[in-house]
């Protein structure tokens, strides 16, 4: 029998915001608002917007896999057909999490994700920025897990500016050149997701982009929050209120709280025996 993509008895995204705590506000409405100079007037956070200034430093990498064991062992889910429109969650009774990670503004924090990924067999999807010299820096430790499938990659626009103030093609354009980038560097097509910077889109930011072949917005039902520069300790407790069965959960590879946080985070699924899936473990393009 086919499921509808939301989880049962969900509330309304505005309900949704609307029945939270100020803080859980800023990270659920307006997950990426903090990346460096590209926050566009009105954004609704107040998290620090100056970069992260990536190390070297190979011991927080560690940290960030130490600790870890083998995942959840992944469920064979039966692929249901993509639904139409915006996605915010996942098919009802599907029994773990889609965990999504933005930006790539710390090539410190891209590395300690994909060492995670490798070690603990967790399944991700990464929303790219091409612009940020982490994905380049780290292809080839990503390139094996993404064309495995064990990690997956949408488009995040190329420089992450606010969709719904581009022209028509304007938006085309970040799409394609980031698009570009995605199939150039590691060899796979992102189509059919986009993830809109901010969550900013509209009809006609929609329009557009399914010009260029993007055709489903992917938002989230619930943020790590660490789009700024918040703590472990923050960022684990953000994800003891989200890591639900069927929700996606956006959280960003910005800055180092989210090095600390991970085996945390890793932990929290094995003690809810939550699965982590793609989006196209889930859903047949």
């Known amino acids: 029998m086919a499921m509808n993509h939301r989880a049962p008895s969900r509330p309304s995204r505005r309900a949704l915001l609307a029945g ?20 566009p007037t009105g954004s609704r ?9 990536p190390s070297a430093s190979s ?33 009802e009774g599907t029994p773990g999490i889609a ?17 995670f990924a490798a ?39 190329w420089d992450h500016p606010a969709l719904t103030k581009l022209s028509d093609q304007g938006i085309i354009d970040q799409l394609t050149r980031n698009h570009d980038f995605i199939r150039d560097t590691y060899g796979v097509d992102a189509k059919p997701y986009f993830r809109p910077p901010f969550g900013y889109h509209d009809a006609r930011v929609d329009a557009a982009a399914a010009r ?19 703590t472990s300790d923050q960022i684990v407790g953000f994800a003891e209120q989200w890591f639900q069965p069927a929700h996606i959960v956006i959280g960003h590879a910005n800055f180092r709280g989210t090095i600390g946080a991970l085996p945390r985070l890793h932990a929290l699924l094995q003690e ?14």
Not at 23 to 29: E, P
Not at 124 to 146: I, S
Not at 274 to 285: E, G, I, N
């Open 20 to 39: 939270v705590g100020g803080t859980v506000l800023t990270g659920a409405l307006a997950a990426c608002s903090a990346v460096p100079s590209s926050r």
């Open 45 to 53: 956070t107040s998290a620090a917007s100056a970069s992260p200034s």
């Open 59 to 91: 011991s927080a990498t560690a940290t960030a896999t130490a600790t870890a064991t083998a995942t959840v062992p992944p469920v064979a889910l039966q692929r249901q057909p993509l639904p139409a429109g915006t996605i915010t969650g996942l098919p």
């Open 99 to 115: 965990w999504t990670v933005d930006d790539g503004a710390s090539s410190e924090v891209v590395e300690a994700y994909a060492r």
């Open 119 to 157: 070690d603990t067999g967790t399944r991700l999807t990464f929303f790219v920025n091409g612009v940020r010299p982490a994905w380049t820096e780290h292809a080839d430790l990503l390139r094996p897990l993404v064309t495995s499938g064990q990690v997956q990659l949408g488009n995040h626009t």
């Open 212 to 230: 260029a072949g993007y055709t489903t917005p992917l938002l989230w039902y619930g943020s790590l929050a660490d789009s700024g520069d918040i």
């Open 272 to 285: 809810r025996k939550l699965s982590t899936f793609t989006l196209d473990d889930v859903f047949a393009r």
